[in-house]
């Protein structure tokens, strides 16, 4: 008969296969088909993702677009743009765990920093040099320059960003296996959150006024 110390062993290992998958990215496919039935978002059904079409609905248009053919439009303050092909656009990649993207940057642009939650991403250049870095949890800042052809690395979660090294339009194509990596900007989380962040917090945060708290009326 078992002992409790291998009962307890065989338990333990139960649950933790069993949390297994909520630690992983997109879960895996349980069909080989699910393009993305927007419309069934008007009903009360709620799901995490989407809901499938049915299969004599679905059609090759589904799995297709041209939306990475044209460039960003990258006249704004940073210098960039992204243009993303993901489950919102292209409803095919729905429960496939993969979308891709184009990125744009004006001469010296940048892509400011951000992180995507659900994604990892691996960034080839198609134009240009571009400096690129990431920083991980513990601070430490992996960065280089990539010229064209190069591929980099941002494992998922950590707050990257790219800048354009040269006086001349550069190109990005990344590719996340995620169908909706999320993008979550540094700057915009703190300082364009709707409704705000409190001014005690940022001020605080960000070290700026000495510290001292500020009330927000
Ligand atoms: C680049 O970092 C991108 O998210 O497309
Ligand atoms: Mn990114």
Redesign the pocket.
Known sequence: MAGLPSVLLATCTALLALAAPSLAGDPDMLQDLCVADYKSLEGPLRLNGFPCKRLENMTANDFFSDMLSLPGNTGNPVGSAVTAANVEKVPGLNTLGVSMSRVDYAPWGM?PP?T?PRAT?ILFVLEGSLGVGFITTTGKLFARTVCKGGVFV?PRGLV?FQKNNGGVPAVAI?AFNSQLPG?QSLTEAMLAAFPMEPTDVLVRALQIDGGAPVHVV
């Open positions: 892509n951000h995507h991403e941002i990257h990344s993008t």
